[in-house]
């Protein structure tokens, strides 16, 4: 953190490159904002914005005072001037040094394109939406429970004392629904294992009725196919085995058997269904 005057003897005539935005003319009246914000006021950056004119609604309020431009009204050396839209299509950005209500003087960067960093005399405040005037923060050994910290959004400003027992809070809830997220994936991982288990089980099962019964299924497609008369007895045993194996599942493997696209059981039923119909059209 360093003085006004000290930041202004650092980078006069000089460009200042913050972003590294890859244009034709790198050195924009925003990265000298973004140098000042971190060098001499070391506040925390706005988020990303397409033109200084942005800078106007995007500010961190908590660490400054929005003023509007008023016929009468005259910033203060260290205030961000905003210019909008009707200065030029992005705006432009700089910093007041001294001035009155009709000109003044501000520590400024691409005004006009291509100018490096340097004092720029204006004429007029004419485009000017106004001006961020910074907030005091106060050194962390100056501070007491009762010093007001500007946090901004919800929060707006809060005593130290207020924001230190609800950071507390905070941290504890985090760490209660760490243990409670961690003791879930651990309660999910145990029950993945057990279901795993359980459906390795009921498949292997399945695989060996349907195997059983492979034999039964050829023979019945050979006599449905056949121009022999069927023997319909046979067939009937033949489903109504297939059945009663279905049957044997206990209820814990039924519950899983919704994992199984279709049951190997109802597809044997269908085909055998479907051999039948074949037969009794011939």
Not at 55 to 67: R, S
Not at 104 to 132: E, H, I, M
Request: charged letters at 25%.
């Amino acid at each position: 953190m360093i003085p006004l005057a000290e930041f202004i003897n650092k980078y006069q005539g000089r460009g200042v490159d913050v972003d590294g935005f890859p244009d034709g003319n790198k050195y924009q009246c925003t990265d000298l904002w973004r140098a000042y914000v971190k060098e001499v006021l070391s506040f925390p950056q706005s988020r990303a914005i397409k033109g200084a004119k942005d800078i106007w609604t995007t500010f961190l309020p908590g660490f400054y005072e929005q003023i509007e431009n008023t016929p009468d009204g005259v910033p203060q050396a260290g205030d961000v001037i905003v210019w909008g839209a009707s200065y030029n299509s992005y705006g432009h950005v700089a910093v007041f040094t001294d001035g009155t209500a009709a000109t003044f003087t501000c520590f400024s960067q691409n005004d006009p394109p291509g100018a490096l960093c340097g004092l720029r005399k204006y004429k007029s405040y004419k485009g000017v939406l106004g001006w961020l005037r910074p907030k005091s923060i106060m050194k962390k050994d100056e501070m007491t429970d009762q010093t007001k910290i500007p946090i901004g959004g919800e929060w707006g400003d809060m005593e130290l004392q207020a924001l230190r027992s609800k950071l507390n809070d905070l941290s504890s809830q985090n760490a209660s629904m760490g243990l409670a997220l961690k003791q879930a994936k651990d309660d999910l991982q145990t029950e993945s294992e057990a279901n795993r288990a359980q459906v390795e089980a009921l498949n292997t099962k399945i695989k060996s009725l349907g195997e059983a019964h492979l034999g039964d299924l050829a023979a019945i497609a050979k006599v449905l196919g056949s121009d022999v008369a069927p023997e319909v007895a046979s067939i009937n045993r033949a489903v109504i085995t297939l059945i009663e194996h279905e049957k044997q599942l206990d209820d814990s493997q039924r519950l899983n058997k919704k994992l199984i696209q279709k049951p190997l059981f109802a597809v044997m039923e269908e085909f055998i269904s479907n051999l039948l119909k074949k037969w009794s059209k011939k």
